[in-house]
């Protein structure tokens, strides 16, 4: 390999560089600043109409069979707090959509933040879906699963 003499470089003048611009980066595409437009107005309207939070009732009826507590109607005594959190069933990291109505579920924070922090014992609930489970007969068979805890039939998801 032939050397040579280093080649000259001259410094950039502030007044040539982009880099050294005083206009503030976007924060998001206007792709995806249109998706995130229609996502908030999707949060609100099932926010509105889902009042009550689907797994209060759910981690209830766990947690008395988990505990050993008096097995009677499930639903009886079960405090169910008001909705503020949307929860998508496949995570946005792991490929779940944030538009997909079939992927969200209205929850209150406490049970948001369980389902995070303990995504195995969500996932035997209908709570959340592994990132390989992002299609319709999953999405179908968690409702299916979610539905028969809040009727007090505990029951698995298929895929464990």
């Not at 959509?97 to 389902?115: G, P, Y």
């Not at 068979?141 to 007090?152: D, F, H, L, M, S």
């Amino acid at each position: 390999m032939k050397r040579g003499k280093p080649m000259k470089r001259s410094p950039l003048k502030r007044s040539d560089s982009k880099l050294h611009s005083n206009k503030p980066l976007r924060k998001r595409s206007k792709k995806t600043e249109d998706k995130y437009v229609h996502r908030r107005q999707l949060v609100k309207s099932m926010l509105e109409s889902n009042q009550e939070c689907v797994a209060c009732i759910i981690y209830t009826v766990h947690d008395r069979i988990t505990y050993d507590f008096p097995v009677g109607n499930p639903t009886r005594l079960i405090r169910t707090n008001k909705t503020t959190d949307v929860h998508e069933l496949v995570n946005r990291s792991q490929g779940g959509s944030i538009l997909d109505t079939n992927n969200l579920l209205a929850v209150c924070r406490s049970c948001h933040s369980r389902i995070t922090t303990e995504p195995k014992e969500a996932e035997m609930l209908g709570l959340h879906l592994e990132s390989w489970c992002n299609t319709t007969e999953s999405f179908i068979e968690a409702k299916r699963v979610r539905n028969e805890w809040q009727n007090g039939n505990p029951t698995k998801p298929n895929w464990l």
